[in-house]
């Protein structure tokens, strides 16, 4: 099956700092999601990608919808200690019948006031 | 505020018992997804539905998973007899279609011991 890296796997930054993290796939998508899940909660969608080279913002987050159909980064800028928790991105391929939306492993971040 | 509602939120049962989870879609959505989530997986989809009607549920061990649609406001998971490797957050998702981003529910935590 298909499947995305995600990386980096952690991090840790100070408050204030912006943060980029990406997603990678041997294959291409029709649409890349990013989503934020908090401990207890299911994950959140943050943004959603539709076109190879999209660029897309949702306040202090911006995420692009890689040229080739096979990556994708997000960019929190000026973290906030709420902007802790797992970011996913999400993969999803869809025609002739057939639909595969999959996860990337996650990016775990945590903000140092 | 519409949202994907699961029941329970937890649930711990002893190995060989039926277990059955619940997720009310949001009202309108047509698609809904079922994922299951470890620390060593990740998020895997196990089946979705479209319209109520079953599309695939390749992601799901079928000799003791079974996922169905009652009607279009109750999506059941039901696991029989279960096993200590079933162990994990079960989210449901659902969806406007099968090309737009899906919407998760707050999942329920099971611990088969």
């Known amino acids: 099956g298909q499947q995305l890296n995600q990386s980096p796997q952690s991090m840790f930054i100070q408050e204030g700092e912006d943060v980029s993290m990406n997603c990678t796939s041997s294959?291409?998508?029709?649409?890349w999601l990013w989503y934020k899940q908090d401990p207890g909660e299911g994950p959140v969608l943050l943004i959603a990608?539709?076109?190879?080279?999209e660029l897309t913002s949702n306040g202090r987050l911006t995420a692009q919808f890689g040229i080739t159909r096979k990556d994708s980064f997000l960019n929190i800028s000026a973290s906030i200690p709420s902007d802790v928790g797992i970011y996913f991105c999400?993969?999803?391929?869809f025609g002739a019948g057939s639909y595969q939306l999959t996860f990337g492993k996650g990016t775990k971040l945590s903000v140092i006031p | 505020d519409a949202r994907v509602t699961q029941t329970p939120r937890h649930k711990v049962t002893e190995m060989g018992q039926e277990v059955t989870m619940r997720c009310q879609p949001i009202?309108?959505?047509?698609?809904v997804f079922w994922y299951r989530q470890t620390m060593m997986q990740g998020l895997e989809l196990l089946a979705y539905?479209?319209?109520?009607?079953?599309?695939?549920d390749s992601g799901m061990p079928k000799d003791r998973f079974s996922a169905e649609m009652p009607d279009a406001t109750l999506a059941t998971l039901k696991i029989q007899p279960s096993e200590p490797r079933d162990s994990a957050v079960y989210f449901c998702?659902?969806?406007?279609?099968?090309?737009?981003?899906?919407?998760f529910g707050q999942g329920t935590r099971l611990t088969v011991v």
């Open positions: 998702a659902s969806g406007l279609g099968m090309n737009t981003e899906a919407f």
């Open positions: 999400a993969g999803l391929f």
């Open positions: 539905f479209r319209n109520r009607a079953p599309l695939d």
């Open positions: 294959s291409i998508f029709n649409t």
């Open positions: 990608l539709y076109k190879a080279g």
């Open positions: 009202l309108g959505h047509n698609t």
